[in-house]
């Protein structure tokens, strides 16, 4: 069960691909778009990135920032953000200590099989670090322009 929004976003400290610690304090200030991957470098995942790469300046046009998450190591980071030309940080969470509360790690069917692992999921936070708007179970395509028009709306209200 995702987060719900109006919920403040859960207290972190993570490290980011470049090795720099990253937590919930640091985003404060601007709208910052989380979101949860399974793993860097896998078909749905690179589109996914590439989406919000190739929709960054729209993001960033209102006040938004991007980061990715998921449990891949910094090293794996590197190499996604390299190979795909990546504008944004990936933040690494190999022990679930913010998926978990934002209820984006958990059981999932992978193949037909139930698996545990993460949830693909987007999590709009606010300037004051509420989260306003949860997209669980994310489908890759039309995902990034459903953020941007959340957020616009969010802006308006």
């Known amino acids: 069960m995702s987060i719900q929004p109006g919920t403040p976003l859960p207290a972190f400290s993570l490290q980011d691909d470049q090795g720099h610690t990253v937590t919930d304090k640091d985003l ?15 078909p749905g995942c ?17 006040g938004a920032q991007v980061y990715g998450l998921s449990r891949d ?11 795909q030309s990546l504008p944004f940080r ?19 069917l992978m193949y037909g099989k139930e698996v545990q692992g993460i949830i693909r ?7 004051k670090g509420v989260i306003r708007h949860v997209w669980p179970k994310v489908s890759v395509k039309g995902h990034v322009e459903a953020v941007l028009e959340a957020l616009a709306a969010l802006q308006k209200s």
Request: net charge positive; hydrophobic share 35%; charged share 25%.
């Open 46 to 62: 690179t589109t996914e990135a590439c989406d919000f790469r190739d929709n960054l300046a729209r993001v960033q046009s209102l």
């Open 121 to 127: 999921s987007t999590f709009l936070v606010d300037p």
């Open 28 to 42: 404060k200030g601007r709208w910052t778009v989380l979101y949860a991957y399974p793993k860097d470098s896998t």
């Open 73 to 83: 190591s910094l090293k794996s980071h590197q190499n996604f953000i390299a190979k």
């Open 90 to 108: 990936l933040l690494s969470d190999p022990d679930c200590a913010l998926l978990n509360p934002l209820g984006a790690f958990g059981k999932k």
